[in-house]
């Protein structure tokens, strides 16, 4: 019997990019992360219609593009996000701000749109 599927408002998907430490060079990145700790990964964390790899792909190729991650990202890190998704698109809206709070809590630097 197959798995019943998911409905089909629930495809949006939140997601975290790692960034490379150059973003740390950015006065505007370490002024929204006052409390980084030294040593945690910087990250972006966002949410999209899309799939996260594809999300990913057109930032790097500067179509709507974020531009720290269009600049300085390097993967996306799957484990700090993948079991939230898929989801309805406010979900995911809440969860990329639940998701960013949460990792600037364990130090990460952050930056959301």
């Known amino acids: 019997m197959a798995a019943p599927k998911k409905s089909s408002r629930h495809h949006h998907n939140v997601y975290v990019v790692l960034l490379s430490d150059e973003v740390w060079n950015s006065a505007r990145f370490r002024r929204a992360n006052p409390n980084y700790l030294l040593g945690k990964p910087f990250v972006y964390v966002g949410a999209t219609g899309l799939d996260p790899d594809v999300r990913f792909d ?23 996000y993948a079991m939230y ?11 990329e701000v639940e998701l960013g709070i949460m990792l600037r809590a364990q130090g990460f630097g952050v930056w959301q749109a």
């Open 58 to 80: 057109k930032h790097k190729a500067g179509i709507q593009a974020n531009s720290y991650v269009q600049e300085h990202g390097l993967r996306l890190l799957p484990h700090l």
């Open 85 to 95: 998704n898929p989801m309805p698109y406010d979900a995911a809206r809440e969860m």
